[in-house]
């Protein structure tokens, strides 16, 4: 069965890094996300991606956040100038051209900024 | 996207059957309704989506009353690995550019 996956699986950085979190979604599928949890708390929407453009985003997704899809395969976030708060686990999802909301997660990466 | 209000937590035993309810009294003509289930440390796993009626699959079983202004997510003789948080969400089928993920439901199920 075809999956979401993501590297690394956990991440550590120094406050004022950037990070690349990087994600293969499935291979068919059209629309990409972004999300991010932090501990203990709900899932988040950041960024969804199709057309190799951005669809929306969240009040989360600031002008240190960027996404990209490089090539036909990988599908990256950056956080430039990561922060304490960007702790969390980033989770990738992507769905298909009629999905609606029937997405499929990655296992995620978990980010720790120190 | 409509509104969805879940029990925060519920509890069951290993082997009955787990009724979990949304509310979503401000649902649209063309809205569906998705059900997720999230483990730990894990990200969330798409379990059901229906429009209305009866929706079953080979996890879960989904109810939609006719007014569609609520839904059940019924997980028949759960077992402790359907510990986990479930959440309800609700809106086009078309769109799902944007995903709003509540508090969810937390299911703790005991021997």
């Known amino acids: 069965e075809p999956e979401v996956t993501q590297t690394p699986s956990h991440q550590v950085t120094q406050m004022g890094q950037e990070v690349i979190l990087r994600c293969v979604p499935i291979?068919?599928?059209?629309?990409f996300y972004w999300y991010r949890q932090i501990l203990g708390q709900k899932v988040e929407f950041l960024v969804s991606f199709y057309n190799n453009e951005i669809s929306e985003k969240s009040e989360i997704f600031d002008d240190q956040f960027s996404v990209e899809r490089p090539d036909g395969s990988n599908f990256t976030l950056k956080i430039r100038s990561t922060k304490l708060e960007d702790s969390a686990m980033y989770f990738c999802?992507?769905?298909?051209?009629?999905?609606?909301?029937?997405?499929?997660f990655g296992p995620g990466t978990r980010l720790t900024v120190t | 996207l409509a509104k969805t209000t879940q029990p925060i937590s519920m509890d069951s035993y290993e082997g009955q059957e787990v009724n979990i309810t949304c509310s979503h009294n401000?649902?649209?003509?063309?809205?569906?309704i998705t059900w997720y289930q999230q483990f730990p440390s894990q990200g969330p796993r798409f379990i059901i989506q229906g429009y209305k009626t009866k929706v079953t699959n080979e996890v879960a079983s989904l109810f939609i009353p006719a007014d569609r202004k609520s839904s059940t997510l019924s997980l028949p003789r759960v077992s402790l690995s359907d510990t986990a948080v479930y959440y309800c969400?609700?809106?086009?089928?078309?769109?799902?550019?944007?995903?709003?993920f509540g508090a969810g439901t937390r299911l703790f199920v005991k021997a």
């Open positions: 401000n649902i649209a003509t063309n809205d569906y």
């Open positions: 999802a992507s769905r298909d051209l009629m999905g609606g909301y029937e997405q499929y």
């Open positions: 291979s068919n599928h059209l629309y």
């Open positions: 969400l609700v809106g086009p089928y078309t769109g799902g550019f944007k995903t709003i």
